[in-house]
């Protein structure tokens, strides 16, 4: 015995070591552990020395089990707790769980009270929980008894009441109930159910009264649940059934009741809810429900429902019978416009223009419904023109002129001056004044006093150089708009234009009086300066040299003795004829300004006069531009705005000025390298030109074609598409569109990407280059080309690597070969300047034979 | 885009004067300060189809998703309206306690993580 005893395996641990291990064990947060050796230092120590850690540890581990919401285990852990130190469980601590675990009973010893306001918990935790036990009784919840278990308690007597008016309500005894409501006092556990009660009662006769009393429900309590339910009563028609589909059952049933809803219609509206999450299931559901939901209102909403879902046209017609024509290739429409197939769009917008114009009635709404179908195709038209332009370099494939589609709307609809400005605007950008002129009378014919149709009318007549008309109008316009400084601007510069036409015809005394008028408008210096300078033009034109020489230097000082104005005077002084002497002294005094250290501000002026100048006066202009080009190299490192140096960028390319362009992009794009007009304008001069393009390295090209995507989207705000377009051959820019409608007649030299070849293209057309090269070398007279082609195509037909591929493939590749080694012995000329309007393509210049996309269609013919 | 119809809660068929009271009733309800968004809403809807012009525009192009809320007053039937019985207010009472039994755990649950 003794043996076992002393045996190191028995016997138990020294109680000390125990007591060292639980704290230990409580201090690393262990409580279960620590619990466990507690008990066991319990059971073997009979002082308390325990019980003070094992509190601890049972308030850890009941902790713990809340945290991980295992409300009961931590209820038991907590009563432990309570049991071994014989103190109550703190109110704030067994609340939670009480609530949670449903054991409302455990907060017995709180609410056994004997009146004393002292002993009940604090005002934040007793209004919920009285509130949950009122309910809790009305309901018949055992629990409540053990609560409260002596019946003379107040409690009863409340809930009798409460119970009472309850019934009062039920049997619809409203005048009795506000008397057993008035029975429950104010601080009862059932004053929320006493507002709750007399709101229901008032829902439908007083609502605004009834939603006053329940906002006075607490929303922290149970019974804020029920009064939002009653809330929901309240709500106007339109919003009604979206509250009532997120309630649940019980509450959505209460809400049917009291407003007075058809049970049946509630299931549907819940259907209906859950299929409107998607279009097609919520088309589905409206088919599948016409009897509950109204056959009519069915079919005008799947009619609308089509124009998002057009896939729905066949169940309709299924349902409904066939559609009208008109909506069918509506929606055909706009399902191929969804799917961004503008073509098919287009074909059955026309097709939808058709059926309208051969309606046998046509009411009032045909013609509109024409001209806006017509307005909405119209930017289509207008992009593909553009992308033919750029193919084929002439407009013969179009079907229609520029803005066809606009001006036909206006036949239909003209009573919208917005498409009038639109359409005109867009005619003159295309530079057809003529026409342009034309719209604009017809314009103003049906809106005399639209200042924006006023305003291009005075800008055409000035460009027009009808400078009677142009007064006139901006005197009009004057008259609606009275202190538009822009106006009197444009009247002074119609006057002032007006006195040098007068000037060149020697009518002296006529052209007087037009500057006498001018100096009327002028309302700063410049504009004083600029009447004084044509007073000196007269005196000088009257041998009045030393006034006019007077006259003009004050004009110069009015101007504030710029650059800009330097070179005005200059220009216009050559312009009107002045004698030489003078000119030249004018000249002398111009190049001295240009001189000094160059200004952005007189950089921006001089740049926005080549604005000016251009197209009506461009000849002019460039003889002058020479004496600027210096003047304008100094000013390319100043520090231009990112929109300054864009605008200066847009004048040079519109104006053909390689040289400055070329600097001021470099300098932007040395600055800004992440702004694409910088690198497009450096690309362009660097490589416009017939053969240049080639020279373009590949990641080039993707930026650029990413940056003329990008502009094409957002309608080219920047003006990129045209240089962009003028180095890049549209087969890299609309790569993968209308692939199938160019494959059998396709003129480009450059290959395509999906056809089997042996190895790369690029290799290929190398080979071939080299067996040219080693065999026959291109012929030097032009007459000699295409038979040259013939056979080379014989001979490079033969050749092992070309054995599988397809004929049309080989063309191609023999064509890529000739143009990379024509484009060599090309590159050491000078590249052919770019034609002026892109819009205009009559005007570019007429191809060589020894084009090679010209080659190539002789040869394919 | 939604249906700047059902937004200012006008026919399909409808004229200048009826959408204009329409938007002004409903700006009225909702002016910016008080709720932006909403005014935001009613004023595209507004603009959408102030005019005939723009209402026949409307109706050949412009694809919009129904509003649900003028979807669901279509199916709403009604009935006599009645009073609550006993045992729906007492059923109504029971789920909320539980409703706010299960909401004072979560609100625990947060409150303690």
Not at chain 1, 588 to 607: A, E, G, S, T, V
Not at chain 1, 619 to 629: M, P, Q, S, Y
């Amino acid at each position: 015995m003794q043996t076992k005893r002393s045996s190191k395996k028995n016997a138990p641990p020294p109680i000390l070591n125990l007591t060292l291990h639980g704290q230990t064990l409580l201090d690393k947060n262990q409580f279960k552990e620590a619990i466990e050796v507690f008990k066991k230092l319990a059971k073997e120590q009979p002082n308390a020395s325990w019980r003070e850690p094992l509190i601890k540890a049972y308030r850890g581990r009941a902790l713990e089990l809340a945290e991980k919401s295992m409300f009961k285990e931590a209820l038991v852990t907590l009563e432990n707790e309570s049991r071994i130190s014989g103190l109550p469980i703190p109110l704030d601590l067994i609340l939670p769980l009480a609530v949670n675990t449903g054991s409302i009973d455990k907060l017995a010893p709180f609410f056994n009270y004997q009146k004393e306001a002292s002993s009940l918990p604090p005002a934040h935790l007793l209004e919920p929980i009285q509130s949950l036990m009122a309910i809790l009784a009305l309901v018949g919840d055992s629990k409540i008894d053990k609560i409260f278990p002596k019946k003379d308690l107040p409690f009863w007597d409340h809930l009798a009441r409460a119970r009472e008016a309850l019934t009062l309500y039920g049997t619809n005894q409203e005048t009795l109930l506000d008397g057993a409501l008035a029975k429950i006092p104010a601080q009862s556990p059932f004053k929320h159910f006493r507002l709750f009660l007399k709101s229901l009662s008032l829902i439908n006769s007083q609502p605004e009264k009834a939603t006053a009393l329940l906002e006075r429900i607490p929303p922290h309590t149970p019974f804020a649940g029920p009064a939002s339910v009653v809330q929901v009563c309240s709500f106007s028609e339109q919003h009604l059934p979206m509250a009532l589909v997120n309630l649940d059952t019980a509450a959505q049933s209460c809400v049917a009741t009291l407003v007075g809803i058809d049970p049946n219609s509630i299931s549907l509206l819940n259907k209906l809810n859950i299929a409107s999450r998607s279009i097609p299931k919520l088309f589905s559901f409206l088919i599948a429900h016409t009897e509950q939901l109204n056959l009519d209102w069915v079919r005008t909403t799947c009619l609308e429902l089509l124009s998002i879902y057009p896939e729905g046209v066949p169940a309709f017609e299924k349902k409904f019978g066939p559609l009208d024509p008109f909506q069918k290739n509506r929606f055909l429409a706009l399902k191929a416009e969804k799917n961004q197939d503008i073509t098919q769009a287009e074909k059955y917008w026309l097709q939808c223009i058709s059926i309208l114009k051969a309606k046998p009635n046509i009411t009032e709404d045909i013609p509109l419904k024409i001209a806006l179908i017509l307005r909405h195709i119209h930017p289509w038209q207008e992009n593909t023109r553009r992308r033919r332009r750029s193919f084929y370099f002439n407009s013969d494939e179009d079907q229609h002129e520029p803005f066809y589609f606009l001006e036909q709307s206006l036949t239909y609809d003209p009573d919208d001056p917005e498409v009038w400005i639109e359409l005109i605007r867009g005619v003159l950008e295309i530079k057809e004044e003529k026409r342009g002129n034309t719209l604009l009378e017809k314009a103003l014919k049906i809106f005399p006093d639209n200042p924006a149709l006023l305003t291009i009318a005075v800008e055409l007549a000035l460009k027009r150089h009808t400078f009677v008309k142009a007064v006139r109008l901006a005197e009009k316009l004057l008259q609606i708009n009275p202190i538009n400084p822009h106006i009197r601007q444009q009247i002074l510069r119609a006057q002032l234009s007006q006195a040098e036409k007068q000037i060149h015809v020697n009518r002296l005394d006529l052209a007087k009086k037009e500057i006498q008028k001018a100096e009327a408008m002028a309302r700063n210096e410049i504009d004083r300066g600029n009447v004084r300078f044509y007073q000196g033009v007269l005196a000088l034109k009257h041998e009045e040299i030393n006034l006019g020489l007077a006259l003009i230097q004050e004009a110069r000082s009015l101007e504030g003795e710029t650059p800009f104005a330097f070179y005005r005077m200059f220009t216009d002084a050559k312009r009107l004829g002045l004698q030489t002497k003078i000119i030249q002294q004018l000249q002398q005094d111009l190049r001295k300004k240009l001189l000094d250290p160059p200004q952005k501000q007189f950089i921006l002026d001089l740049i926005s006069q080549i604005d000016i100048q251009l197209p009506t006066s461009q000849k002019r202009g460039a003889d002058n531009f020479i004496l600027l080009e210096d003047y304008l190299t100094k000013g390319v490192p100043l520090n231009f705005t990112i929109q300054e140096r864009q605008w200066i960028c847009q004048r040079f390319f519109e104006a053909d000025r390689d040289v400055l362009l070329k600097k001021f992009a470099s300098e932007g794009e040395k600055q800004w390298p992440e702004i694409d007009c910088f690198f497009v304008y450096r690309l362009y001069v660097q490589y416009h030109g017939q053969y240049g393009r080639h020279a373009i390295p590949a990641d080039h090209i993707q930026r650029l074609v990413q940056i003329y995507h990008k502009a094409e989207e957002k309608m080219d705000p920047d003006h990129l598409l045209d240089p962009i377009e003028e180095i890049l051959p549209p087969n890299y820019l609309y790569e993968d569109e209308d692939k199938d409608e160019d494959e059998d007649e396709d003129d480009s030299p450059f290959l395509p990407n999906d056809m089997p070849l042996p190895c790369a293209p690029e290799e290929l057309v190398q080979m071939v280059c080299n067996f040219i090269l080693e065999n026959d070398s291109p012929p030097k007279d032009i007459n000699d080309m295409e038979r040259w082609i013939i056979n080379l195509m014989i001979k490079v037909d033969q050749l092992p690597i070309f054995k599988n591929i397809p004929p049309p493939l080989k063309s191609i590749i023999l064509l890529q070969a000739v143009e990379k080694i024509l484009t060599s012995q090309e590159a050491t000329k000078p590249p052919p300047s770019r034609p002026k309007s892109r819009m205009k393509p009559k005007e570019i210049p007429q191809k060589s034979n020894s084009d090679p996309d010209q080659l190539k269609l002789d040869f394919t013919s | 885009m939604k249906n700047p119809f059902q937004i200012l809660d006008v026919p399909v068929q409808t004229d200048d004067e009826t959408v204009r009271k329409a938007w002004l009733n409903l700006v009225r309800i909702y002016p910016p300060e008080r709720d932006p968004t909403r005014f935001q809403e009613i004023r595209t809807a507004y603009e959408a189809i102030k005019t005939y012009r723009d209402r026949s525009r409307f109706h050949l192009f412009e694809p919009c998703e129904p509003v649900l809320e003028s979807l669901m007053r279509h199916g709403l039937k009604r009935a006599p309206v009645r009073p609550l019985s006993e045992k729906m207010i007492l059923d109504l009472l029971g789920e909320s306690s539980r409703n706010w039994r299960m909401r004072w755990s979560h609100k625990g649950k947060d409150e303690s993580s």
